[in-house]
């Protein structure tokens, strides 16, 4: 059984990490989602509404679980039996801080292997941090994340202009 783990903040899950979810359930046997407990003042969302969101988006894929750590990556990768971190790359901008990541992850666990997946051209500049910023200030962000999240989105702050 090769399982692989999709770690993130995902606050929110957006359409961006639907897409490499959904492209790494199918190389894997099993994908772990697993959302990082972080104690950030400014999250938007609670891990356990993180959670409910990126399940509800992923429910289509059977092989898919969402799961949340605390801690570690490599604490939990063991825990979970699991020897491959999967990561989305968007540019080269993304480089260095996942380079830097993946190299302390082996450091520490020297069996695991950090696989990287080139984010589809068209979600390229999406990220939860620009999608917060956009809906702060009214701004549409339908297209940008999964309908779960944007129903989550809107009942948080009704926005001045959200068509
Ligand atoms: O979506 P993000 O915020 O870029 O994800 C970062 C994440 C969760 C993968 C990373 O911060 C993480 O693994 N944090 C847990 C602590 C840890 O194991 N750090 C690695 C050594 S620096």
């Known amino acids: 059984m090769n ?6 903040s995902f606050d929110p899950f957006t359409n961006g990490h639907l897409d490499i979810t ?9 994908l772990i989602v697993a959302v990082l407990v972080n104690s950030e003042k400014n999250a938007m969302f609670s891990v356990d509404e993180r959670k409910m969101m990126a399940r509800e988006a992923a429910v289509h894929l059977p092989n898919v679980k969402v799961m949340s750590f605390d801690g ?42 950090t696989f990287f997946m080139v984010t589809d051209a068209k979600y390229s500049y999406l990220s939860s941090r ?16 999964p309908p779960g999240v944007f129903r989550r989105m ?7 202009d959200l068509s």
Not at 3 to 8: I, K, L, Q, S, T
Not at 22 to 30: C, I, Q, V
Not at 78 to 96: H, N, P, Q, T, Y
Not at 154 to 160: D, I, K, S, T
């Open 130 to 145: 620009s999608v917060k910023e956009v809906f702060s200030f009214g701004g549409a962000i339908q297209e940008f994340v």
């Open 72 to 113: 570690l990556l490599v604490n939990f990768m063991r825990r979970e039996k699991s020897r491959v971190i999967l990561r989305g790359l968007r540019a080269l901008s993304d480089f260095e801080y996942e380079f830097q990541l993946a190299q302390m992850n082996r450091q520490l666990a020297p069996e695991t292997e």
């Open 154 to 160: 809107r009942e948080r702050v009704p926005p001045r």
């Open 22 to 30: 959904e492209r790494g359930a199918r190389l894997f046997d099993e």
């Open 3 to 8: 399982r692989a783990v999709y770690p993130g």
